[in-house]
Antibody
Framework: EVQLVESGGGLVQPGGSLRLSCAASGFTFSSHWMHWVRQAPGKGLVWVSRISDDGSSTSYADSVKGRFTISRDNADNILYLQINSLRAEDTAVYYC?????????????WGQGTLVTVSS | EIVLTQSPATLSLSPGERATLSCRVSQGVSSYLAWYQQKPGQAPRLLIYDASNRATGIPARFSGSGSGTDFTLIISSLEPEDFAIYYCQQRSNWPLTFGGGTKVEIK
């Protein structure tokens, strides 16, 4: 069974940093692109970032470029999102999601999400 | 950035009725469009990818169609568990973008 378990969220002050983690199991992690998608309270889904299966290629939404860094550890099956210079508008549930091998920009499994709250 | 516009924003229907959801895209995305379902307090679930391919385990009452700029998700006969919010998403261009969602509610 595919499982994605996020952790690392919490309350942080504006300008602060967090590192989110996503532990993957039940599939060959190194064969899949991985994504982070966020959802502000009561709002829709917003794609944040993706990383290729081998970690050599990444992409970011303009709103987080330069502040967020996606990475992965294929030996330990963990996806990361380093988030710096946090702003109030970054408050959201952050989901990690698995890309479909044959349709990498679509995601077929999602974690349960981790809540990041940016507030003083 | 490609913009996805979903309509209607809310669809009020009864169990057993047919639901037709629309997703219009600001520029052609070929067939690179997916549909997701999200229930309150839950993560989204993939229903359809590449316009018309049902994801694993998705019932046959869900079907997707379209290409280019106009896409449709049809739920042929609503079950009680189908009342939720539905999002479309394109994977043709970066950044990936989602529509604003259609809420299917019980009438």
């Amino acid at each position: 069974e595919v499982q994605l378990v996020e952790s690392g969220g919490g309350l942080v002050q504006p300008g602060g940093s967090l590192r989110l983690s996503c532990a993957a199991s039940g599939f060959t992690f190194s064969s899949h692109w991985m994504h982070w998608v966020r959802q502000a309270p009561g709002k829709g889904l917003v794609w944040v970032s993706r990383i290729s299966d081998d970690g050599s290629s990444t992409s970011y939404a303009d709103s987080v470029k330069g502040r967020f860094t996606i990475s992965r550890d294929n030996a330990d099956n963990i996806l990361y999102l380093q988030i710096n210079s946090l702003r109030a508008e970054d408050t959201a549930v952050y989901y990690c999601a698995r890309g479909i091998v044959t349709a990498r920009g679509s995601v077929d499994h999602w974690g349960q999400g981790t809540l990041v709250t940016v507030s003083s | 950035e490609i913009v996805l516009t979903q309509s209607p924003a809310t669809l009020s229907l009864s169990p057993g009725e047919r639901a037709t959801l629309s997703c219009r895209v600001s520029q052609g995305v070929s067939s690179y469009l997916a549909w997701y379902q999200q229930k309150p307090g839950q993560a989204p679930r993939l229903l359809i990818y590449d316009a018309s391919n049902r994801a694993t385990g998705i019932p046959a009452r869900f079907s997707g169609s379209g290409s280019g700029t106009d896409f449709t998700l049809i739920i042929s006969s609503l079950e009680p568990e189908d009342f939720a919010i539905y999002y479309c998403q394109q994977r043709s261009n970066w950044p990936l973008t989602f529509g604003g969602g259609t809420k299917v509610e019980i009438k």
